[in-house]
């Protein structure tokens, strides 16, 4: 399947709207980091405002820790929703905290509550003029003894990829992509995509840190990166909304 037209109409209306904003919404992989000077983590949207021109504004509304059930039972969909103008646009990636059966505040079945989420938020953004762009859950850094890098969220990126071509929806794999991204890295030096320090070795951390989930700098930038290749793919003029010289 083509890419679904990905952002053919994302790349085309920015040529006519003066400002046209581009939400972001998702978990802690996609959110911004308090202290970014001096914090290692980062996600990866915080960083997207950098490849584009000023007629591009983002507006990162991912969250630590939400899920689709928590973004819309909390209101933060709605907040979002309320300042949808035609032309926007809005990136959707969520999964990682759907999967947390444990949190009934959180978990969500991949092919019920989940998928009609994902639904809404595509049907909703549609409503306003606006223009969904689903993406997968990005990759956990999950090499087994052998250097297989291992699959970490079960059916969520399948019924993302199903709604995206049923709904028509442009879409971005970042499960597949940062899976090539983690295996080019490999076991050990993929793990400065994340956040892997000895105690003291960072001022921002007293103890040890090994978290292959969320994302240093260097992996930040690396995905937005992915998410850039994949717009610049489509060869449609969102091209005139990246700075000059982005590759």
Known sequence: MKKYILLTLLITSLGFAQKTTLYCIGDSTMANKKDPDKNPEHGWAQVLQSFFKDNIAVVNKAQNGRSTRSFINEKRWDSIYNKLKKGDFVFIEFG????????????????????????????????????????????????????????????????????????????????????????????????????HFKAGENAYYDKDKADDTHLSLLGATKIAQIVIDQIKETNDPLLNGLKKGIK
């Open 96 to 195: 990682h905290n759907d999967e947390k059966i444990e949190d009934p505040s959180r978990y969500t079945n991949p092919h019920t509550a989940y998928r009609y989420n994902l639904i809404r938020f595509v049907k909703e953004t549609r409503e306003k003029g606006a223009i969904p762009i689903l993406l997968t859950s990005i990759s956990r850094r999950n090499f087994n003894e052998k250097g297989v890098l291992v699959p970490t969220h079960g059916d969520y990126p399948l019924e993302t990829r199903l709604v995206a071509q049923e709904y028509k929806v442009p879409f971005i794999d970042l499960e597949y992509y940062t899976e090539l991204l983690e295996q080019s890295y490999g076991p050990e030096q993929s793990k400065l995509l994340h956040l």
